[in-house]
């Protein structure tokens, strides 16, 4: 099985976090809240994947972010073989809007204490959230 690489922002401003509800036609994780960010093209890196993806899906051009952590796919018998690298984004221009409403049927600004209640893409989110509020 082919591991599958993805980039993915925590992006955080005025102690919330931005997640977008993966529209219900998504072949992964359908009507479920997820960071922004996707695979990595051949040639990326994940940073380039990350400044790619944001600008192609919420509009936004970043300026400061950092390498928080890699997680992998918990549910490899579903969707197959993923490392997730996770970065924490606190700066960037322009301002944050749906860009693409094919893969989020919503985006929403969520206190990290309400965004560990909902149905979340993965397992160890909730910690991760805890940890960069802080």
Partial sequence: MELK???AGIIFRDRKILLG?????RNLYPNIWDLPGGHCKDYETP???LIRELKEELGITLIEFNYVTLLHEPKTNL???YDYHIYLVTDWFGTVSNQTPNEH???RW???DDAIQL???HPDYPALF???SK
Avoid: M, Q
């Avoid at 509800?21 to 036609?25: C, E, L």
């Fill in 21 to 25: 509800k993966r529209h219900a036609d």
């Fill in 5 to 7: 690489v993805c980039a």
């Fill in 105 to 107: 049927s919503e985006i």
């Fill in 79 to 81: 969707y197959g073989e």
């Fill in 110 to 112: 969520f206190d990290p």
């Fill in 119 to 121: 149905d979340l893409a």
């Fill in 130 to 132: 805890k940890r960069v």
């Fill in 47 to 49: 940073e380039e994947t």
